[in-house]
């Protein structure tokens, strides 16, 4: 590991994020000699085997090129840091960085990227640029079929060309890498530019197929649920009473939440986590009250007849504890909060609902 030079290392790669990338270019200083054949040993070592002595890419597994001008100029630093750091799960390409259980430290993969790009000619970085690419991405779906799926599978998985589905790769790279490895390709690799065969909008549309796949190649975009409305917040209006004691001033513990639940008593159940995460799964019958909620209309809508009303959120416990304080400050006497928060809930076993699944 270079322990004698990291800040100049940390200092080229600061302006690592693609957000960042449209502000001033900043000179990249050379490595040191002797930084660079120890880079040259490492790359020997951990990466020729599959991308090849020369860098070209496709000696094992197709592992692409790392000397195309094209992935150099668009990659440079902050894709190829965070593949050779973390790889792709899921393909032939693992984590590298010793964080993650790899060989390599971060200035060490800091020096690999680096190295890397002046193996390559050191080619100006292009500063893409983190807006979207508009396009249709139904018809883009028509367009991958026709022309990617050869090479890059039916469903994203990867063949001779990179797996496109894979979610590793998705999530690190902004809409216009992709939509410039499309136009021109990637020199000296069978990725050939689709500059002349594609139209300029079909080239948008299969950029926004490819990102609407973010979430799983075959995934249906998910409806949301229309939370059940305050006024029905009541669980059980027929019912006691809930008994139980108090944990450490005003919490609930989650085998006296879910006991009270199965006794059918009367009670409310607030979700006060940001609405999405009530989408995604809530504890059965709980109704979303973020913590950004307007006041006025949870207090208006709240039964202020004694009836418990209980809060829960992740743990630790900062946005059930917000409202529920709020709530005793409005005089809701019978108040309390979930200790072990929703997280801590379903890993005691307990059940949850999925929004888009309640009735
Ligand atoms: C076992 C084979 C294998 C080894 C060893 C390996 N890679 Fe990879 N690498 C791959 C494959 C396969 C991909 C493409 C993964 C995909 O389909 O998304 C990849 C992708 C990459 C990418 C992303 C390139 C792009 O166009 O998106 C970079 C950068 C990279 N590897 C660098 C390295 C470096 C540096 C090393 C050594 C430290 C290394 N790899 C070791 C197989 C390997
Ligand atoms: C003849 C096979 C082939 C076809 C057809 C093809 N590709 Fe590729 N593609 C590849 C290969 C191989 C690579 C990896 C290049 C390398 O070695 O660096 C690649 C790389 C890419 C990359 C860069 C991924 C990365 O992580 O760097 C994108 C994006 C891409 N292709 C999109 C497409 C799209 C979209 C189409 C259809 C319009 C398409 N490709 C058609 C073979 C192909």
Redesign the pocket.
Known sequence: MNTSRPSFLLAALLLASPLVQAAAPRPIPPLLPEDAAAAEADYQRYCALCHGADR???AND?????K?E??LR??FPW?LRE?IAYGRPGTPMGGYLDEVGGPMSLDEVRRMVIWLREKGGSPEPLRLGSERVAGDAQAGAA??A???????GGQGEG????A?GNPA?LAT?PDK??????EH??D?????G?AG??SPT??DD??A??RSRATGWNAEPRPLVPPPALADAVLNPDGEAPEFEFKNGHYITAADLDRILKEKRRLVLLDTRVASMWQLAHIKGSVPIPYYSDPEAVIGSLPKDGTWIISYCECPRAAADSVNRFLREEGFKNTAVLWEGIGGWVALGYPTSVGRADP
């Open positions: 070209a890419g496709h197709h592992a692409p090129s790392l195309s094209s992935l668009t990659a894709l593949s367009v991958y026709q022309h990617c799926a050869s090479c890059h063949g001779t060309g990179t496109l790769m790279t890498f992709l939509r410039h490895a499309i390709g990637r000296g690799t069978p990725m050939e689709f065969t594609l079909q080239m299969v950029t197929f490819l």
